[in-house]
């Protein structure tokens, strides 16, 4: 037994070793390499044009702000809906608990598309109809702006946010407040002096993964950002690669390496937050309540307020794409273009050949990747829990290092690694690239699932004389259903909307949906994007609504009870 789970661990460590450290690699031999055609020639140039492009002090105060701004943004959004959802009496807390995630669903390039939609300069559906309606000479707002990316970012960022702090906030001993009161402190002293320091891990550990998630964010970057000249590192790689006449991809993995080692550091932090959460427990052993604060007259006035983040965030966008695909040309709403709408961009989409090859591609890419990925996150994560060695741990480090990421860069190391192989400008290499950089997200909730299954039933099992394909097929993969279909979905969905990776390893035949959509968003054909987001959100949305309908089916308590006596029952046929 011992022989074959070293056999396994060090297999998938050659494996994933190839997925995640091998692009790395090629990214640092390309960022000191001339171009493709020159690999291997050694030289310092590229990292000596970057730094000393006259471009890069505005690009890296671009980042900076755009990533900090949205990050803080998300953050407090994420701390106000946590605190409103789990103290208070706010009315339909499920709803808005729901609704605070909500966003996740929305592919984030439409997302920005649909508020450059509402508020660019020219002919922005709001803007417009603010001139109209109190005779401005000019647009009011300009999406096309850094607080525009920012808020925009910030609202996309808050799901993740909100997933930290809101466990942290419900967990949160209000007694220690109470205290504070009961010894003359107000609300906004026991705030900062209280509330804020004990909460202080998971309010640092969301920011900083927002701030990683800014670094990585190409979406709104791209759709807002550069119409408007403003330009961050994501972009500025973007425009490297795609907008010159000769694509410097040496120059490209130079500025990536940069990035790539932000981030990295930037999770290490993240990492250190979370470690420490411990030295900040409230909740013991003794018994504990959560206290409901009454808002009182201040109640209807905060619904209000959450109502229309919830529209903002969920209902608006897709109701602006809805009417911007049945209308020939952006307008205001209203009489003229009631009468012109018709369903001429969704038959143009339907019966376009580059927007179909774009469905089916990501389609493959969602099912068939999300399948290599959910399997081999079963294997890693069963070695990650069940064999505890060096080998296991430094196995878990490999898997989880592509968290750190982010996408544009990834895919420069990519390019790299396929560019003298059969895989280069092929389906396979975004198969690849997906697979390696979201597997970590298939093996989080892998983990938690072995967690729960007891050794002594593989054990016993393997006493039976059963094999360990055997025990893995009858006793434990029926214990792990949940895990596997919330793997496999949640790799699905990213996979299905992904457009980071794909906008460096696509080529003419391999176009995916984002792709596709940003393509479309490009050349200002707002119809044809918004007729095939549609299609995407409503694809997405089948997948997420899937995995909570499967999801309900399963109550914690019943299916390990009731599982377990299944896997009983096999280990006596087996015997």
Request: charged share 10%.
């Amino acid at each position: 037994m011992e022989r074959r789970n070293r056999n396994l661990t060090y297999s998938l460590i050659v494996v994933v070793s190839l997925l995640t450290v091998a692009p790395v690699l090629m990214l640092i031999i390309g960022s000191f390499s001339n171009n493709l055609n020159s690999f291997g020639n050694f030289t310092v140039k590229k990292y000596v044009t970057v730094y000393t492009d006259p471009m890069l002090a505005s690009i890296l105060g671009n980042t900076a702000l755009f990533v900090l701004g949205s990050a803080a943004f998300a953050t407090v959004l994420a701390l106000f809906l946590a605190y409103l959802n789990n103290r208070t009496d706010i009315p339909f807390k499920f709803l808005f608990k729901v609704l605070s995630v909500m966003p996740m669903m929305i592919p984030h390039v439409l997302f920005g598309v649909s508020w450059a939609l509402l508020l660019n300069p020219s002919n922005g559906i709001l803007n417009m109809w603010l001139q109209k309606l109190f005779m401005l000479p000019k647009a009011p707002f300009n999406i096309y702006t850094l607080p525009g990316m920012i808020v925009v970012e910030g609202l996309l960022d808050l799901p993740v946010a909100y997933l930290i702090i809101s466990p942290a906030m419900g967990a949160f001993d209000a007694s220690l407040e109470e205290s504070s009161r009961v010894f003359k402190s107000g609300p906004i002293k026991t705030l900062f002096r209280i509330t804020l320091p004990i909460l202080r891990p998971a309010i640092m550990a969301a920011f900083i993964l927002c701030v990683v998630r800014g670094l990585a964010s190409f979406s709104v970057p791209s759709v807002l950002g550069m119409p408007g000249r403003i330009y961050v590192l994501s972009t500025f790689i973007y425009r490297v690669v795609t907008m010159s006449l000769i694509a410097d991809y040496g120059k490209a993995a130079a500025i990536g390496m940069s990035i790539l080692v932000i981030s990295v550091g930037l999770i290490y932090v993240y990492r250190y937050f979370t470690r420490s959460s411990d030295k900040f427990v409230t909740v013991s052993s003794r018994g504990f309540k959560p206290t409901v604060v009454e808002l009182r007259k201040a109640k209807i006035p905060l619904f209000i307020v959450l109502l229309i983040i919830s529209f903002v965030l969920i209902v608006l966008p897709v109701l602006v794409l809805l009417y911007t695909s049945l209308i020939p040309y952006v307008m205001v709403p209203g009489r003229q273009a009631f009468s012109a709408m018709s369903l001429q961009n969704w038959r143009v989409v339907i019966k376009d050949p580059i927007s179909l090859r774009s469905l089916n591609n990501s389609l493959f890419l969602g099912l068939a990747g999300a399948t290599l990925g959910a399997f081999l996150s079963i294997l890693v994560a069963y070695v990650i829990v069940k064999v505890k060695s060096k080998a296991s741990g430094f196995l878990e480090s490999i898997s989880f290092l592509s968290f750190s990421f982010p996408g544009i860069v990834i895919g420069i190391g990519f390019m790299w690694y396929f560019v003298r192989t059969p895989l280069y400008a092929t389906i396979w290499a975004l198969f690849f690239g997906y697979v390696a950089t979201y597997l970590p997200y298939g093996i989080r909730p892998m983990t938690s699932a072995f967690v729960q299954i007891h050794s002594s039933l593989e054990e016993s099992s393997l006493v039976c004389g059963a094999s360990f394909a055997t025990t893995m097929r009858r006793i434990v993969i029926p214990l792990l259903v949940p895990g596997i279909v919330s793997s496999w979905v949640l790799l699905a969905s990213m996979f299905f909307r992904e457009l980071s990776i794909s906008v460096v390893l696509s080529r003419p035949g391999t176009e995916v949906l984002a792709v596709q959509i940003l393509r479309f968003s490009e050349d200002g054909q707002w119809g044809r994007l918004s007729a095939l987001g549609l299609i995407m959100i409503a694809i997405s949305t089948i997948m997420v609504a899937t995995v909570n309908a499967i999801g309900s089916r399963f109550k914690p308590g019943e299916v390990r009870e009731k599982r377990t006596k299944v896997a009983a029952q096999r280990l006596v046929a087996i015997g």
